[in-house]
């Protein structure tokens, strides 16, 4: 019977999907691996098909639209599992991920929580991607306050390091945006901490993204940026509808108006004033908080601007590149 579906969206990446797929156990009956080809070129699809006769995996492609969101819901519709966990074609999971998660299996959760851990691709070093996840993980352990909670229902914003019941996500008919690249994550991450009833967190490290070094920081295109920014205002919106006020101010309080200010400032800085005043406009339309007293602060001040530095020189001394 098989318990675990693995669903994993791949495009023109073979030599780091090899490496996904044996990190996964190949003779465990009760695990199912699926990679949806996204329109990859020839030479990766032949190499793949080489993987056939050393990993135990099933491979459909998708020739649709060129979509990670789309080649996962197909992962969803072929899956058989119990449970699913989402995990991109150049990350791998860790040594000990089965045994980490074999204690949950039979549990009666709808939705599982694992810490994360991040390598830089050509050093093997630790890379500091995971740590604001693994944060919020630690944090709600150690203290089981609404805030906690919130943090983790609403802005644990990624499809990796969960298990999922597959029931659970039929039920309320959660799915990835199939035309929202690169934000196809944040609606269905936002319905799965709104609908779960029955979650647990875990400490165990079970996933490791990679964080590659390339030739120059990654900067979205206008149009990503745009599809981005209203894929995250309709994310508040639903949020507005669906949440009690009290929920909502205290969301606004913890991470709605710090991150739709950022979004502001970001798009100032790569666009100019005139998507500024756009998005602020935007935000007026929506009804979308994105301004508190707080950022008056002079301190606050100081320190926002010393880590947006301190990113902006790390970044350029080490040309990061993260997907």
Same mark, same amino acid.
Request: hydrophobic letters at 35%.
């Given at each position: 019977m098989i318990k675990l579906s693995i669903i994993?969206?791949? @495009?023109?990446?073979?030599?780091?999907?090899?490496?996904?797929?044996?990190?996964i156990p190949k003779n465990k009956k009760d695990i199912q691996t699926i990679v949806v080809d996204d329109m990859s070129d020839s030479r990766h699809l032949k190499i793949i098909e080489e993987f056939k006769s050393k990993y135990n995996f099933e491979f459909?492609?998708?020739?649709?639209?060129?979509?990670?969101?789309? #080649?996962?819901?197909?992962?969803?519709?072929?899956?058989?599992?119990?449970?699913?966990?989402?995990?991109?074609?150049?990350d791998y999971f860790c040594e000990d991920f089965y045994q980490k998660i074999t204690k949950y299996l039979?549990?009666?959760?709808?939705?599982? !929580?694992?810490s994360l851990t991040s390598q830089y691709i050509d050093t093997g070093k630790l890379a500091d991607r995971h740590y604001s996840f693994n944060k919020k993980i630690n944090n709600f352990i150690n203290d089981k306050s609404k805030i906690n909670e919130s943090i983790i229902r609403y802005d644990f914003i990624s499809p990796w390091s969960k298990m999922i019941k597959k029931k659970f996500m039929n039920t309320h008919n959660i799915? @990835?945006?199939?035309? #929202?690249?690169?934000?196809?994550?944040?609606?269905l991450s936002t319905k799965i901490g709104f609908f779960m009833k029955n979650f647990d967190v875990s400490k165990d490290i079970i996933y490791c993204r990679v964080v590659r070094k390339g030739q120059?920081?990654?900067? !979205?295109?206008?149009?990503?940026?745009?599809v981005r920014l209203n894929a995250r205002i309709a994310r508040i919106k639903f949020l507005n509808q669906n949440l009690?006020?009290?929920e909502i101010n205290?969301?606004?309080?913890?991470?709605i #108006?710090?991150?739709?200010?950022? !979004?502001?400032?970001?798009? @100032?800085?790569? !666009?100019?004033?005139?998507k500024f005043y756009k998005i602020l406009r935007l935000y007026k339309k929506e009804s979308i908080q994105w301004f508190r007293l707080i950022y008056l602060n002079p301190i606050k001040i100081f320190k926002y601007l010393i880590i947006r530095l301190n990113n902006y020189f790390k970044n350029y001394k080490y040309n990061i590149y993260i997907k």
């Amino acid at each position: 019977m098989i318990k675990l579906s693995i669903i994993i969206p791949h @495009f023109n990446e073979s030599e780091l999907l090899e490496k996904l797929l044996s990190s996964i156990p190949k003779n465990k009956k009760d695990i199912q691996t699926i990679v949806v080809d996204d329109m990859s070129d020839s030479r990766h699809l032949k190499i793949i098909e080489e993987f056939k006769s050393k990993y135990n995996f099933e491979f459909y492609r998708n020739n649709m639209i060129k979509s990670a969101g789309l #080649c996962r819901n197909i992962g969803i519709d072929k899956a058989k599992g119990d449970w699913l966990i989402f995990a991109d074609g150049d990350d791998y999971f860790c040594e000990d991920f089965y045994q980490k998660i074999t204690k949950y299996l039979d549990k009666n959760y709808e939705v599982i !929580f694992f810490s994360l851990t991040s390598q830089y691709i050509d050093t093997g070093k630790l890379a500091d991607r995971h740590y604001s996840f693994n944060k919020k993980i630690n944090n709600f352990i150690n203290d089981k306050s609404k805030i906690n909670e919130s943090i983790i229902r609403y802005d644990f914003i990624s499809p990796w390091s969960k298990m999922i019941k597959k029931k659970f996500m039929n039920t309320h008919n959660i799915r @990835f945006d199939e035309e #929202c690249y690169p934000a196809e994550d944040v609606m269905l991450s936002t319905k799965i901490g709104f609908f779960m009833k029955n979650f647990d967190v875990s400490k165990d490290i079970i996933y490791c993204r990679v964080v590659r070094k390339g030739q120059i920081t990654r900067t !979205f295109s206008e149009d990503q940026f745009d599809v981005r920014l209203n894929a995250r205002i309709a994310r508040i919106k639903f949020l507005n509808q669906n949440l009690p006020k009290e929920e909502i101010n205290l969301l606004n309080k913890i991470f709605i #108006c710090n991150k739709s200010a950022e !979004f502001l400032l970001n798009g @100032f800085q790569q !666009f100019g004033y005139k998507k500024f005043y756009k998005i602020l406009r935007l935000y007026k339309k929506e009804s979308i908080q994105w301004f508190r007293l707080i950022y008056l602060n002079p301190i606050k001040i100081f320190k926002y601007l010393i880590i947006r530095l301190n990113n902006y020189f790390k970044n350029y001394k080490y040309n990061i590149y993260i997907k």
